[in-house]
């Protein structure tokens, strides 16, 4: 009997290397380096930093000033730094070049092929909308709050790709808005009775995208390596760097691409 056993402990020896090498090859494959991180920082390209700009606020003004004046949000920039907020940024194939094909989609890294939140947040607690720029993924729905005790009205406009709608959202109410398409062009956000107030949607059909921090840096995780190129838009000067095919950038496998200071010039008078 003790040559079955060797047998048996033989095949079981083998089927054991067999799925240690399957499990090596797998983490190999997940682990080829053929992802990276891309981060940066969109800074002020003019002399000096804009001042902050209070808002006109010309009614309902016990609820909206009562935690003082609305500061408009269009031009926000860090004056230690020079670094821009509320900037959109997102990673594109390169633009096909002498007749060729189309570049194919980005490559999606496994661990972001699923949507991991289904509703993205747009409130107006105070009489500005909470966050001001926001980006989402194509499958995620808006969910547009009124936390104030006062009506308000959501007029979302995104051109021919995303028509919008302008309901009245009473005190306290909410509405969802699904089936937003990814477009090149933006979403504008308003409230008509309160003039003062605005909002910028993105939709993208991709996860490689992001909106600067109060100090005008974003980060891309898990973003394919590779040449592409970056988009960067802001709702004062349009196209940074004025191109809408965006900047060409090489993403490094396996570790950080850092862009360093992205100038974004001011508006032309």
């Known amino acids: 009997m003790r040559p079955v056993i060797n047998h048996i402990e033989a095949l079981v020896l083998v089927l054991g290397l067999g799925a240690l090498t399957a499990g090596s090859g797998a983490l190999a494959a997940d682990d080829k380096g053929e992802w990276g991180v891309l981060k940066g920082q969109v800074i002020w390209g003019g002399k000096g930093v804009p001042k902050a700009v209070p808002l006109k606020v010309d009614k309902d003004q016990d609820h909206c000033l009562q935690n003082g004046p609305l500061i408009n949000e269009e031009f926000v920039v860090n004056k230690d730094n020079k670094g821009v907020r509320y900037v959109f940024v997102w990673l594109t194939p390169a633009p096909a070049t002498g007749g060729k094909k189309p570049a194919p989609p980005l490559p999606i890294h496994p661990s972001l092929k699923d949507l991991k939140d289904k509703e ?133 496998a396996g570790g950080e691409t850092d862009l360093g200071k992205v100038e974004m010039e001011p508006p032309k008078d």
């Open 120 to 252: 993205v947040v747009l409130d107006q607690p105070n009489c500005q909308f909470v966050p001001h720029v926001l980006a989402l993924r194509k499958g995620q729905e808006l969910v547009v709050k009124n936390s104030a005790p006062i009506n308000h009205n959501v007029n979302y406009q995104g051109g021919t790709d995303n028509p919008g709608n302008n309901p009245i959202l009473p005190a306290g109410k909410s509405i969802t808005v699904k089936d937003l398409k990814p477009s090149k062009t933006p979403i504008s956000v308003s409230c008509n009775i309160h003039g003062w107030m605005k909002a910028w949607i993105r939709v993208f059909d991709h996860p490689y995208f992001a909106v600067t921090d109060a100090d005008g840096k974003f980060e891309i995780k898990n973003a394919p390596a590779g040449d592409f190129h970056m988009v960067i838009w802001h709702e004062g000067v349009g196209w940074v760097k004025g191109n809408k095919n965006g900047i060409p950038v090489k993403v490094k």
